[in-house]
């Protein structure tokens, strides 16, 4: 599986971001998707993640309620809608695929995309 992310960028306090992260090889329906970041100088850790399905979602504690994770099989594509963005969600996001559940654990998305910059001014 290779996996794409885009729409990273700079955005004010109080925006909006929708990030997407496309999939080519294996068929994408069968993974379990997630979200993570890295803010520099900090360890990666974990933002969001979705089932093969979709039906089940799971968020790290800090995004919950502003950020939304979603997944369309048809296009191969998961998505992170994020709202009232704050400069402490500054960071590279990664896109993961693993396994067809929800899971917070890194080690069990054997494949990353890139990374994308998100940039939230004060």
């Known amino acids: 599986v290779q996996l794409q992310a885009s729409g990273g960028g700079l955005v004010q306090a109080g925006g909006s971001l929708r990030l997407s992260c496309a999939a080519s090889?294996?068929?994408?329906?069968?993974?379990?998707m997630g979200w993570f970041r890295q803010a520099p100088g900090k360890e990666r850790e974990f933002v969001a993640a979705?089932?093969?399905?979709?039906?089940?979602?799971h968020y790290a504690d800090s995004v919950k309620g502003r950020f939304t994770i979603s997944k369309d099989n048809a296009k191969n594509t998961v998505y992170l809608q994020m709202n009232s963005l704050k400069p402490e969600d500054t960071a590279v996001y990664y896109c993961?695929?693993?396994?067809?559940?929800?899971?917070?654990?890194?080690?069990?998305?054997?494949?990353w995309g890139q990374g994308t910059q998100v940039t939230v001014s004060s």
């Open positions: 979705i089932s093969w399905s979709g039906s089940s979602t």
């Open positions: 090889g294996p068929p994408f329906g069968s993974y379990g």
């Open positions: 993961a695929a693993g396994g067809s559940f929800v899971t917070t654990t890194q080690a069990m998305y054997p494949y």
